[in-house]
């Protein structure tokens, strides 16, 4: 059985379903992040497992026990707050020190795994600060740092690296995945972020409106997303969703078996832009994005359908220049008119 | 005059004004104090007395005719009781309006704060025949659950504006790191909230103590309050103008030196959340 069972919950807030019964496993050790845009949910899921909501209906269970009715301080869950959320009346070291002296441990104990935790977390020399004298990306350490010093069965984020600046999101990125591993602790992670999702993920789960779209590793997502949500919301820049009404042509390229009203999904990387007059469609460019390691061509087919490329060779296109594109259709995704995939593309 | 000069005119006419303002409305006060040292007579005299040999007769007199000292320790218990009584009742009151918002919530709020807009007097009848039923005429018991009752509202309110300002995820946090209800109430929001707390005790130790309409109607010797003690001194058999001076000035005196003290926790708490 898994360690953290999720069966058929729903929660409401008032005449809103915000969760639409959702079941989910997730094993031990395992860094299952929940991802979705805004209001999708899964800041609710979080909350219901840690027991800050209550569930209308549906059970969980963690490591054999249903905690589902449980208060939160029983469910020996550690959670780190989007705005941290730490004690500002107490230090860092009594923060990071108050679970464990709830829990009545041996002072000496709690001095040992405060220090430690406060090492890993690079700390050390803050512990008597108070929250109000530290920077923002040492507050988020602490709540981080509050969380491991318990060593809990399973650790909750809820969109931790949003109040953080650029630079540092993508330090604290890093940080997050190591301790993962170092700890090997069981983790639940938020996020509307799709790179935090791809970059730290064993598993990641896509919600929208209260229901699970589809589960599955970061390339599963990304090369075989079960529809054309997944499909557009992993993935950046978006992948190129057509209507095969709008642009025949595709519907000529190998065999794609689009039905009736169907779509065509192309990665911008399966766009490969050609010379003029070669290739399946005519286009012209209407803009390119030079970022250094890659380029972003966006451009118009002579049917009106715009299509965003990307390569890895820099690119001397002018706008307004015409140009080919090819498709490779080995790795087209093709979705019915209800949005579902048809075939899934084999891209590697 | 250059504008340097008509600036200070400005300032000049300010200051005096404010002055007189001051000096107005400080003038009864100021008054009061004065005669509560004259003798009756001279308390009475035209043109009035603006310097005198002060006596101190008036005190004893106040204190040898009316047990000052009863008055007072009714006074002390009625006011810190229903202060105590009153914080017991609106902390959890608050807590749960401040950190599980209802949608009827601020329907609450809102009720809890009309019952101040209604005038004392329109519930005397009910509440003077609940007290002489139930044996609470004229004890302190009976004024302390009235007083309690009529600052309630104020208290809760107080302490609701204090506890909004906390994010309720710090509270959050505390129940994830296995605090019970009642920890996290001792360890986290106590310590948050202690200055909100502080100014709304006070408050209501001030508005207890000086509350005259309840006293005046629910109490007479046994349990009078100060505010009894100098209204009997306006009396059938006339004023005594020095003595009855005296009287307030007792009755007023340990509470304006009480607010002198914390009044920079009273001016914290009354604005709280209106300048951030």
């Known amino acids: 059985m898994s360690y953290l069972q999720l069966n058929r919950i729903e929660k409401s807030f008032g005449a809103q379903r915000v969760i639409k019964g959702v079941d989910l496993s997730i094993n031990k050790g395992e860094f ?65 020190s108050f679970a464990l002296k709830l829990a009545k441990a041996d002072p000496a104990v709690i001095k040992e795994k405060v220090e430690r935790a406060a090492q890993i977390l690079n700390l050390t020399q803050y512990l008597q600060r108070t929250p109000k004298e530290l920077s923002g990306g040492q507050r988020q350490r602490v709540a981080i740092g509050r969380a491991i010093v318990r060593a809990p069965k399973v650790f909750l984020f809820d969109e931790p690296l949003s109040n953080l600046d650029a630079a540092l999101r993508g330090q604290t990125r890093i940080e997050i995945a190591k301790l993962h591993r170092d700890l090997d602790a069981t983790t639940i992670y938020v996020t509307h972020d799709q790179v935090e999702a791809m970059t730290l993920a064993d598993r990641v789960v896509v919600l929208r409106e209260g229901v699970i779209e589809q589960v599955g590793t970061p390339l599963e997502l990304y090369d075989r997303p079960a529809n054309q949500f997944v499909a557009q919301f992993i993935g950046t820049p978006q992948m190129n969703v057509v209507s095969v009404a709008k642009l025949p042509a595709l519907e000529t390229i190998a065999a794609l078996k689009a039905p009736a009203g169907g779509y065509v999904g192309l990665r911008p990387e399966s766009v490969k832009l050609v010379h003029e007059g070669d290739g399946q469609i005519r286009a012209k460019v209407d803009l390119v994005e030079a970022l250094g390691a890659e380029t972003l061509i966006y451009v118009t087919t002579e049917q009106g359908v715009p299509l965003v490329a990307r390569q890895t060779e820099r690119c001397h296109l002018d706008v307004g220049a015409g140009v080919g594109i090819d498709v490779d259709a080995e790795v087209a995704h093709v979705f019915d008119a209800q949005g579902r995939v048809v075939s899934a593309s084999q891209a590697a | 005059m250059t504008q340097t000069q008509i600036n200070k005119l400005i300032y000049v006419v300010r200051a005096v004004l404010s002055w007189a303002v001051a000096l107005f409305l400080f003038f009864p006060l100021g008054w009061l104090v004065l005669t509560a040292f004259k003798t009756e007579l001279q308390a009475i005299s035209v043109p009035p007395l603006l310097f005198f040999k002060p006596t101190m007769e008036n005190f004893i007199i106040v204190e040898a005719r009316s047990d000052y000292l009863l008055y007072a320790q009714n006074s002390l218990v009625t006011s810190v009781a ?20 209802t949608k009827r919530t601020k329907d609450i709020l809102m009720w809890m704060l009309s019952t101040k807009m209604m005038p004392a007097v329109g519930a005397l009848v009910p509440v003077y025949v609940m007290a002489q039923t139930s044996g609470l005429l004229d004890t302190t018991t009976g004024l302390i659950i009235v007083f309690t009752l009529s600052n309630l ?124």
């Open chain 2, 82 to 101: 229903s202060t105590v009584l009153g914080l017991a009742l609106a902390f959890p009151a608050a807590y749960s309006m401040a950190f599980f918002r």
């Open chain 2, 153 to 276: 509202p104020i208290m809760v309110w107080m302490l609701y504006s204090n506890f909004k300002e906390i994010p309720g995820e710090i509270l959050e946090a505390s129940r994830m790191d296995g605090a019970s209800l009642w920890q996290e109430f001792r360890l986290v929001l106590l310590p948050l909230t202690m200055g909100g707390l502080a100014s709304t005790g006070l408050l209501c130790l001030v508005l207890s103590w000086n509350e005259a309409f309840w006293s005046l109607n629910l109490s007479a010797a046994k349990a009078g309050t100060l505010a009894a003690l100098i209204a009997s001194y306006s009396s059938p058999e006339g004023l005594f103008w020095a003595k009855l001076s005296a009287a307030s000035f007792m009755a007023v005196a340990p509470i304006v030196v009480f607010g002198w003290f914390s009044q920079k926790q009273l001016v914290q708490g009354l604005t709280f959340g209106a300048v951030k």
């Open chain 1, 32 to 96: 299952v992040v929940f991802v979705g845009p805004s209001g999708c949910g899964k800041s609710t899921l979080l909350r219901l497992i840690a027991g800050l909501e209550n569930v209308d209906t549906g059970s969980i269970h963690l490591d054999g026990r249903e905690i589902t009715d449980l208060p939160s301080s029983k469910r020996d869950l550690a959670m780190v707050f989007q705005s941290y959320a730490l004690y500002p009346h107490m230090s860092v070291y009594e923060n990071m």
